[in-house]
């Protein structure tokens, strides 16, 4: 190398020989430390912090629940605590978790996301399983480029939007697109096969099952897209590693952010600097260790201070941000020297402390934010002018425009759900800005009586913490009332004894109201073919009905049923209320 | 040269390997070994497996001299049940050492137990207890209940009573339902059946809640084997009392026990208040579904005077039970 460096010393230094065989290092440490090196205690730390992620959407179960903290992840994740902040101005039961990531944040850096955070690791594993290992190419793909701007682009209009009451954070952080996507996709498929395989070879496979304990296999709407972009996201690895975390992550974004007040950075020594270039090799960040580190990219992952053949990189607390000043004579001709060393290094550059993005760009993505909002609000099924009539939400959710600066589109209330009637909502139903929201679809699952494990997991109180006797108007909420999801309406035209002399009153039979809410007209009838029938003619008892859908889960008219609930009447909303309030004067 | 030759004969190897392997596959008859000729498109039809309970059900031989019907009055249901299965000869009668024994209760709603519209924690626990003491290798405990599974299961204290007894639950998965076949009957003579806990099995109970049903009037151990069923099942209020002379025929037990601890008298099948609900303080053990289920109906629904649902008769006719239970040989017992 030094060859091609005229005018350079050459150097002092001998490259230390990497040995396989068990012997002592170059250095004279024992052969042990290149086993216990930080690496890999970091990869430990990302297979346990992973492990931990996958059990607790595991257990987000009725029967394995048991006090687990099941929506911790997405408790810790400082956006979703800042964000929700942002829009609703208060911090809901457990965000303050939060704190856990963002104070070691701001004196490590962006620690979180290469030592815990799940997405980043399945990131990394993906490029490092699938991408090709000639240091050349990894070090060229691990420089930064200006691409990596967008995800401060992307944090700030989302932020911008959250001011305004738009919570739109959970479509990209990774914490809840990861929730989303096992919820939506992954474990329904895993259970999909394991079901598939047990009834080819008769063999009990229940307690291996995600959901165990349900008779129909989940089935989820827009399941595809969601699949889709787990696919697009974790294959861009391929062309330019850590693609999401570099160039999209807004949780990344906001932590880089935090970081330029960090304690510790990466620091280079440039009297041992030889600008080989070899601490790009796995660089994660793109962070550039070797000339000015980028501290809102540098994940910390500690790969550069392993690959570095000088030992010229350290992680240091209160490393000097600048040598102007502290360097004689020239690197030109070869004098300087920094104190009684010798520079080596021709780069004296040593950090960049924000994230790369001029000023008037953050104006630009401030005023994007600033228009995304109303773009976003016209949609009539998010405007208050007209909330979807399919739009119906989980028991115990605020009205929807506090929804929409709450719900952060992680869908661990889906996940939790044990009829499958919580669906992630589709663009007809929310439009973008409720895409993901969950929404019931009682063609699919009804809302169990005495179940509010959706309200239980709720990171953010979009569905707020809810009772039992809450929920269903007993005890001290007696004067309340239940609270009701939605009116049922019947559909005589196709109904079995309306219209086609046929008996049936399966949903008065599964109607779970004391007393029912539906009655029936009882008549005897006979048919056109002579026989006598009695016909039970279902109708509404408005007053009664709690919008739990299990009639219209039930009703055997399946494609289009005859009795179906539609989001008026819910109690969430004064707005939407059907009857009028108070004692009927007959 | 040589090595084009050898180049050219792999190619024309290739070449004609792959399209006589082709040609067979698709041209050759479908009795050849490998083919995969549909000439008419009946080879390519999907071939359900479907099962056949056996030929007499579950049922033991039938007694000329012991009672049909064992009733057992009173509040300690352990000592009820005793008393009930006793007396109509005993639960040697029923289960044998080594016996794979499953038993079905009503889970169908997520209700608590008091509510009445599930099968009493403490008959199931009781009646595990007593299967294992009379040397049963497995006792079994499954339903598939009309809401979630598993929230039935818990909320109705029937899964902890069941394993703290010492019997398995088995809920149902998309896995473990199969065709059953039912010769006879006139509307589930193939039916998707809840097959996995049937696995092995050599005796079932079945211990059903005496309860008001808005269709068909009574919900009790004949219409408890509702659950045994999945597929559309929402059809079946289209012809109620068909359906359920059906399921008399489809299952025979070894046992029934008719669990009028309570009685949900009103609202059912679903209840959901306190005040639908009666103390019954009764236990009817029996080989004869009707005629338990006609007990309940006089006794426990106190109907009497009523004419009995539509689907006892039907099922009557099928030979499948005794309605006209005070014809039968009763014995009533006090216990504590």
Known sequence: MSEERPGIPPNSVRLPVISTRVRSNADGSPWWTRTFRITNIRVVSQLVFLSLFIFLLFVTWLSRLKGYPASLFLEMDPLVGFATALSTHTVYRWLWRGLLILIPTLILGRFFCNWICPYGTIHQFTGWLFNIRNNKTRIDKNRYRPLYQVKYYILLVFLVMAVFGSLQIGLLDPICLLVRTFTVTISPAFDAILVDLASRFAVPVSGLLWKPGVNDPRVFAGAWFVGLIIIALVGANLFIPRFFCRVICPLGAFLGVLSRFALWRIDRDVTKCTDCDLCLKGCEGASDPQGALRKSECFVCFNCIDDCPEDALRFRFNPLPSLSGKVSGTIKDGTAMLGTQPVISKNLALEVKGPDVPRRRWLFAGIAGILAFPFMRFSKDVNKRGFHHKAIRPPGSVAEPEFLERCIKCDQCINVCPTNVLQPAKLAVSGLEGLFTPVMDFSIGFCQLNCTLCSEVCPTGAIQKTSVEQKLGLGAYAEKGPIRLGTAFFNRGRCLPWAMETPCVVCEEVCPTTPKAIGTYDEEFTRWDGVTVTLNKPYMRPELCIGCGICQKECPVLDDAAVYVTAIGETRSDDRTLLLKGPKSG | ?336
């Not at chain 2, 070994?33 to 030929?55: A, I, M, T």
């Not at chain 2, 009503?106 to 299967?131: D, H, I, K, Q």
């Not at chain 2, 003579?189 to 269709?215: E, Q, Y």
């Open chain 2, 1 to 336: 040269m040589n090595d084009d030759r050898r180049r050219l004969i792999k190619q024309l190897g290739a070449v004609a390997g792959l399209s006589l392997g082709a040609s067979y596959l698709t041209l050759a008859p479908p009795s050849w070994p490998l083919s995969l000729r549909d000439p008419d498109g009946e080879r390519g039809k999907p071939r359900g497996k479907s099962l056949r309970l056996p030929e007499n059900g579950f049922a033991v031989e039938p007694s000329d001299l012991l009672p049909h019907l064992g009733v057992a009055r009173g509040d300690n249901v352990d000592a009820m049940l005793r008393a009930a299965v006793t007396a109509i000869g005993g639960v040697t009668r029923f289960i044998r050492n080594g016996d794979v024994v499953l038993i079905k209760p009503n889970v169908a709603f997520e209700r608590s137990a008091p509510l009445g519209a599930t099968s009493s924690p403490e008959v199931v626990s009781a009646l595990v207890r007593l299967c294992r003491e009379a040397g049963a290798a497995e006792v079994r405990v499954a339903d598939n209940p009309i809401e979630s599974p598993e929230a039935c299961f818990l909320r109705s204290g029937v899964k902890k009573s069941a394993v703290e007894a010492g019997a398995d639950v088995y809920l149902p998965s998309a896995a473990d339902f199969k065709i059953l076949e039912t010769p006879g009957a006139s509307l589930i003579s193939r039916w998707p059946f809840f097959f996995r806990p049937f696995m092995g099995v050599t005796k079932v109970i079945g211990v059903a809640p005496v309860k008001d049903h808005n269709l068909c009037r009574a919900s009790m151990t004949t219409k408890n084997w509702y659950g045994l069923l999945g597929g559309r099942r929402n059809q079946f209020h289209q012809d109620i009392h068909g359906i359920i002379a059906d399921l008399a025929l489809m299952m025979r037990p070894t046992l029934v026990v008719l669990d009028g601890t309570r009685v949900l008298y009103r609202s059912g099948p679903t209840g959901g208040s306190l005040s639908d609900v009666k103390a019954g303080r009764t236990l009817v053990a029996s080989t004869d579904s009707l005629a338990a289920d006609a007990f309940g109906w006089d006794e426990l629904l106190e109907r009497k005077g009523e004419p009995l649902p539509a689907y006892f008769a039907k099922a009557a006719q099928r030979g499948l039970g005794v309605p006209e239970w005070k014809t039968l040989r009763v014995k009533e017992e006090q216990v504590g």
